[in-house]
């Protein structure tokens, strides 16, 4: 009997060869199923209602795939581990390959090596590249129906900047630095600014404005008319200096937060991180969580990929004549189950039944359990 295998043996490479096909079909059913209703039968009313043109319709639903292909590739990896570890078992290759010595926890390393690798392109495409191409494509719908494209905070712009100093007993505590705040936006200027500078120990500066505008050329912004106030340590104004025009260096991130926080589908990791310190100041709970859980399920939803290759493989691996329709219908059942289970959950974490993240991983978490008891009973 072998003891021992290689971490990539012929039987690996056999049996990543089995997910290849399944996977491909899965992937290409399940994401033009989910588009076609998430999607396409909208752009093609507004087509026929003479709202857009066919051009137009065709940019949206390529700008909206990689969106529906984040719900695929999940799908896909199911459909693929079931319908390869059915097959092996239906051929009783399963059996024959355990009596040589693979362990059924051996034999799914090819999926869970598979699962990991579709996981971290689904993280790429669901935090680099869903957020800019949706936002795109309901800005040319906006545009093509003739409608205002204003997708942005048009008042009380707050925004604070925290950095980490070392008090004298050597500990590191989190201080405001910098704290921006602009009554209107129309977006591209800010008016009526109020900017509170802190980043020199000894002295703050308190800047007011009529209006801001970021340059990205000077990656800074152009404030126009206003005053700036240097305050001692000891609170006592120090000067006083009016200006018409003056460069503040202040990072990007107020613009971000006044035209990338509306829509929390349009919305990447690092414009989350943006968003929620700017709502440390508010009393907005509810908003802080749901953002919360969008930030987790920028995590949550590729691991799905690793569960659901888990889960697969797990069935797969029971004695059983299974053919590829009944694999389908399993997965879509595994796969309504699951989603069900994830909109419970995350709902209560949102409204804070549960925190958010434990309502965005709980999933996962039953997945890979299923997954565990049905191989110890598989044995």
């Known amino acids: 009997m072998l003891r021992s295998f290689p971490l990539f043996s012929l039987v690996d490479r056999y049996i990543m060869?089995?997910?290849?096909?399944?996977?491909?079909f899965g992937l290409g059913v399940f994401t033009s199923l989910s588009l076609s209703i998430g999607v396409l039968f909208d752009v093609m009313r507004k087509v026929v209602a003479n709202e857009i043109t066919w051009a137009i319709a065709g940019q949206v639903l390529v700008l909206r795939l990689p969106e529906y292909l984040v719900l695929g590739l999940p799908m896909a990896v199911l459909l693929g581990s079931?319908?390869?570890?059915?097959?092996l078992s239906s051929f009783s290759e399963i059996i024959a390959l355990r009596s040589a010595g693979f362990k059924p926890i051996r034999l799914m390393v090819p999926c869970i090596v598979a699962g990991l690798i579709v996981s971290v392109v689904t993280f790429g495409l669901n935090d680099l590249v869903v957020p800019t191409t949706t936002r795109q494509a309901?800005?040319?719908i906006q545009q093509a129906i003739g409608e205002d494209v204003n997708a942005f905070k048009e008042k009380n712009i707050i925004y604070p900047e925290y950095h980490r100093i070392k008090n004298e007993a050597g500990d590191r505590r989190e201080v405001l630095k910098t704290l921006f705040y602009a009554e209107q936006f129309d977006g591209e200027i800010m008016q009526r600014l109020t900017i509170l500078d802190r980043a020199d120990v000894d002295t703050s500066l308190v800047i007011t404005a009529n209006s801001a505008q970021w340059h990205p050329s000077s990656q800074g912004w152009q404030i126009q008319q206003g005053s700036i106030y240097q305050i001692d340590k000891n609170g006592s104004f120090n000067s006083i200096r009016q200006f018409e025009t003056e460069f503040l260096d202040i990072s990007e991130a107020p613009l971000v937060l006044a035209t990338?926080?509306?829509n929390v589908n349009e919305m990447s990791l690092d414009v989350i991180d943006l968003c929620l310190d700017s709502l440390k100041l508010s009393r907005n709970q509810k908003k802080i969580r749901t953002l919360q859980v969008t930030k987790q399920e920028k995590f949550a939803i590729p691991f799905v990929c690793v569960v659901f290759a888990v889960v697969?493989?797990?069935i797969g691996l029971r004695p059983q004549n299974a053919s590829r329709a009944t694999s389908v219908g399993l997965s879509v059942a595994i796969v309504f189950a699951?989603?069900?289970i994830s909109v419970i959950s995350t709902s209560m974490g949102v409204w804070g039944t549960v925190t958010p993240f434990v309502g965005t991983?709980?999933?996962?978490?039953?997945?890979l359990g299923a997954a565990a008891l049905i191989l110890w009973r598989t044995g």
């Open 17 to 24: 060869a089995q997910l290849v096909l399944p996977f491909l």
């Open 82 to 87: 079931l319908t390869a570890y059915s097959g």
């Open 138 to 140: 309901s800005t040319l």
């Open 260 to 262: 990338r926080c509306q």
């Open 312 to 314: 697969g493989a797990a």
């Open 338 to 340: 699951y989603y069900l």
């Open 361 to 367: 991983w709980l999933p996962n978490a039953l997945g």
